[in-house]
């Protein structure tokens, strides 16, 4: 009996539990909803906004400064799910996210041609560069990419790769490709199935190259004296990113009035000309590069 | 060893500063901890006590897929909670992926078995003699379940102990679940990966001391409240 007492009580108290967590998300979504209510003297309803972005946005900071900027003038919570191109590009087609942001032009034409997104534009660029040890070992400091990556595939020097389906794997697997090798047949070709951050410090720590967006690299420079920029502004190399809407037809939680919010304010001349400031005070160049339509 | 240093020596900069997002971070995190591990025990003893007492068939088989739940990795656990709460799912009306309740969740999957279990264990260890003197004695069901819950107090708070340890060690499922938003599903273990892949490893080693400080701090309580000198 008491057993059963126990469970029953302990159900209850769960129940409770539970309601007083929503209860309490609740309450916060009302303060913020009046924080947004005063900010714009309206009776907006604060909603969430799924965007799925790369890691290099989140990475580089980006996304910490333009986000609250955003927040700020419209009114919805951003919720950013920072992942690889891959997997931003498959939450769009589940219906997962509400908004993407990436970098793989060719993957992403294929969401759009199946109508899986819309309201396509470009925002910003920056450009792809190896990394390799300052010592240059593979000797392919200033080559043009497709020999320099010929170079690395028939030398013993490491490359790593993300390994994760992203957009900068994407972009590396590409130029194997133009090359005609496939470059897990090189023992020394390590696959992290990691962020950039990550993948940037393994290769650092085995001293071998690696493919990255600038705007990474320039962020964590400082933690890698040994490493060198081995090659950069080859036209192959350039680093796109697009934001998309979600077709909201795929399922009724898809906040599309967000989504086009978001889209709106990131193209907007002035949100693209903070993009081209951001870190150039401090990495002394900009991490990207305004480049709407 | 000057990372270790300039780490701890940021932490207490953190702190000091009053940066109200390490703040908010620690807090979030705590919250949402003690809330599953608080969940994990009110469901996990009661049904430890049953399994552990009573004999009914099939208990054996139930038994091995507890202490099966007991490694159950935290990934998988995160994979699992995804599928269910993901939009397509079928709790997926709930919009309740990339929320702190389903961290919690994750947190109270990956730590029930190990109340339940240690519990069950505790309760199977109790002398079947002393339960029949207990009975002689005349007492009501509801003192016999208050002298066999003080002579298991230690090893009920072992398992709250273990099953705490879990829950605040968890970061596989609450990046998974959680997203790891500001603001919102941000908590240490999933701030310390980002930063670690931001490269910022003074502010990951910083974030490592405060968390390690929060778990000392509640393992403290526990163990002192485990250790308290038996009244029957």
């Known amino acids: ?293 | 060893m000057d990372l270790l240093l300039n780490g701890l020596r940021r932490a207490m900069e953190m702190l000091a500063s009053g940066d109200p997002e390490i703040y908010e971070i620690t807090w979030r995190t705590l919250r949402i901890s003690l809330t599953a591990i608080l969940i994990s025990t009110l469901i996990g003893i009661p049904l430890g006590i049953l399994f552990g007492l009573t004999k009914f068939p099939g208990r054996k088989l139930l038994l091995v897929f507890i202490n099966i739940g007991m490694g159950l990795p935290p990934v998988v656990a995160g994979l699992w909670i995804t599928i269910f709460l993901w939009r397509a799912g079928p709790l997926g009306h709930l919009s309740l992926l990339y929320t702190p309740i389903a961290i919690v969740m994750a947190q109270v999957l990956v730590s029930l078995p190990i109340l339940i279990g240690l519990t069950s264990s505790a309760f199977q260890e109790i002398d079947e003699k002393m339960l029949m003197q207990i009975r002689a004695l005349g007492a009501t069901k509801l003192q016999m379940l208050k002298i066999l819950l003080l002579e298991t107090k230690v090893a009920i708070l072992a398992a709250v102990i273990a099953g705490f340890g879990r829950v605040i060690a968890e970061v596989g499922a609450a990046m998974m679940v959680g997203g790891n938003i500001r603001g919102d599903t941000r908590i240490l273990t999933t701030s310390i990966v980002m930063e670690v892949s931001k490269g910022n490893f003074d502010v990951a080693f910083a974030l490592s001391f405060i968390i390690m400080t929060l778990a000392f701090i509640v393992t403290f309580c526990l163990t002192f409240l485990q250790q308290r000198s038996r009244k029957i």
């Open chain 1, 1 to 293: 009996m008491n057993f059963k007492r126990l469970l029953s009580t302990s159900l209850i108290a769960f129940l409770l539990l539970f309601l007083a967590a929503c209860g309490n998300t609740d309450s916060n979504k009302t303060k913020e909803a009046e924080k947004a209510t005063a900010a714009t003297e309206e009776q907006v309803e604060v909603t969430d906004l799924i965007l799925a972005t790369t890691t290099s946005t989140q990475d580089s900071g980006l996304l910490d400064e333009l986000i609250p900027m955003f927040e700020e003038n419209f009114p919805y919570k951003v919720k950013t799910v920072a992942v690889g191109t891959g997997q931003a590009l498959e939450m769009g087609v589940n219906g997962e996210a509400d908004v993407l942001l990436t970098h793989a032009p060719a993957s992403e034409q294929e969401l759009v041609d199946n109508g899986d997104v819309q309201n396509y534009k470009r925002v910003m660029y920056n450009d792809f560069i190896i990394v390799g040890p300052k010592a240059d070992p593979a000797g392919v400091k200033g080559l043009a990419i497709n020999e320099a990556f010929q170079k690395l595939f028939d030398s013993s020097a490491v490359f790593a790769s993300r390994g994760d389906d992203s957009g900068t794997h994407k972009k590396e697997l590409e130029i194997w490709k133009s090359i005609n090798v496939t470059p897990t047949e090189n023992a020394s070709y390590l696959e992290t199935g990691q962020g950039m951050g990550n993948t940037l410090q393994v290769a650092a720590e085995k001293q071998g190259y690696v493919l990255t967006d600038r705007a990474t690299y320039l962020a964590q420079k400082a933690n890698y004296p040994d490493m060198d920029i081995a090659i950069e502004g080859d036209d192959a190399l350039l680093n796109i990113y697009h934001v998309m809407e979600v077709d909201p037809a795929k399922n009724e939680q898809i906040n599309n009035d967000g989504a086009k919010a978001f889209v709106e304010f990131i193209v907007d001349e002035d949100t693209q000309n903070f993009i081209e400031e951001f870190g150039k005070e401090e990495y002394g160049e900009s991490l990207f590069y305004k480049y709407t339509e």
